[in-house]
Structure formats: C-alpha cells, structure tokens
C-alpha cells in the first residue's frame, strides 16, 4: 500500500462523492467514514468529516473542509487506463452522470469538478509507435476527439 494518498476537498459532500466514485470501478470501497466530534468549521458535531476509500486499488482520502470551496484544476487529474472502448464509454458516462462536464482528448471533469483522464491502454501504441508518420496522424486524430476513441485513432495511425 503507498504511503501517499490523495486527499480531494468537499464542502459537505464528501461521503457522497466517495459513494460514487467506489461504485465505477471493480475493487472499490469505502474504508472509514469519520465524524465530526465537537461543531466546528467542517460542520456540526456528529455529521461526515473525512472518508477514506480504496479506488481501483488507490487510497483517497474525501474530506469535509468546511464553508470555503475551492476549485479544483486540470493542474491536478486522475488518469484512468482502460483496458479497451466498452471501459472508456462506461467510466466516460459514469463521470460525466450528475453534471459533469467533457473537455477534451479523455479530459473530463465530474460532478465535483475533480478532473479525469479516461485513456485506453492502446493509445500509447498508436501515439509512440515505430511508424512515426502514423504517430502523428493518431496524435491529431486523438487532439480532435472529445472522449477517446480507440478505432477512430487506430485508423488513423494506420492511414486507413
């Protein structure tokens, strides 16, 4: 297990977003919910103040912060690799279910504004491999695309 673990900031939500995130990915669950003990600036007494949960194998860490919201940034983000289309177009959907907003080239941000990388395992086939002209067609097949497609990229590094 890694001695660093991820610590995403909620105002309020943060059993709720660890709820959703466990339910998207096979080995996924909550670990601890902790509550507050005595009111203060993360909430009243009794009420959720961190929840620590396993996803995919990852420690996170969810925590109540309190009245202050701060905005996460694409300077930060979460890559997920997929094992092959039906992955991506199922976590891309399940992400993106309740508000979340699509970007660009597997970029997305979810309900919570945490942002997302969902990136097959294949792409780094197409976008590093030995054709480099192939290469750089997949690139600009991939830097056009919204959710990733894998054909669509392999096409397109095959020239076909």
């Keep these: 297990m890694s001695k660093i673990s991820p610590c995403l900031w909620f105002n309020g939500e943060a059993e709720e977003a660890a709820n959703f995130y466990v339910s998207l990915l096979p ?18 007494a009794g009420t959720v103040l961190l929840v620590e949960f396993t996803f995919a194998g990852q420690r996170f860490m969810a925590l109540n912060g309190g009245d202050t919201r701060f905005e996460y940034t694409h300077a930060i983000s979460f890559k997920i690799d997929c094992a092959d289309q039906a992955e991506v177009d199922r976590l891309w959907d399940g992400l993106l279910a309740g508000g979340g907003q699509a970007v660009r080239c597997g970029w997305l941000k979810d309900r919570y504004g945490v942002s997302w990388q969902i990136v ?16 750089q067609r997949a690139m600009q097949a991939m830097l056009g695309m919204v959710k990733l497609d894998i054909e669509g990229v392999r096409r397109a590094y095959e020239g076909s």
């Design 120 to 135: 097959p395992t294949a792409l780094p086939k197409y976008l590093g491999g030995p054709d480099r002209a192939g290469a």
């Design 27 to 44: 080995g996924s669950k909550i670990e601890t919910v902790q509550k507050n003990v005595i009111d203060g600036p993360s909430g009243k």
